[in-house]
């Protein structure tokens, strides 16, 4: 029958279960957009964390896009007229 050659130490013992505590993170409601999100993080939708604006988010960059674009052809638009 096999025996340990060495004593375990209590570090090793102890980190199997060193994962028996994790925890389902919670999650909690945006306060300006109340879309649900993890806590202690920005929120992806608006772009808000704790009432500050700090991202800018996908349909702000599609947005500022289709200006830009709209700004473009209306410049090309003056300068084919003034042409004429």
Do not use: W
């Not at 999650?27 to 992806?44: D, E, F, L, M, R």
């Not at 991202?55 to 709209?70: F, G, N």
Request: charged residues 35%; positive net charge.
């Amino acid at each position: 029958m096999p025996v340990p050659k060495r004593k375990r130490s209590k570090s090793r013992r102890d980190k199997r279960f060193a994962n028996k505590g994790l925890a389902v993170k919670s999650i909690t409601g945006c306060p300006n957009c109340k879309a649900p999100i993890s806590t202690h993080v920005a929120c992806k939708e608006c772009g808000h964390y704790k009432g500050v604006k700090v991202l800018v988010t996908k349909s702000e960059r599609a947005q500022k896009r289709v200006d830009s674009r709209k700004a473009k052809q209306a410049a090309t638009g003056e300068q084919e007229s003034k042409a004429e």
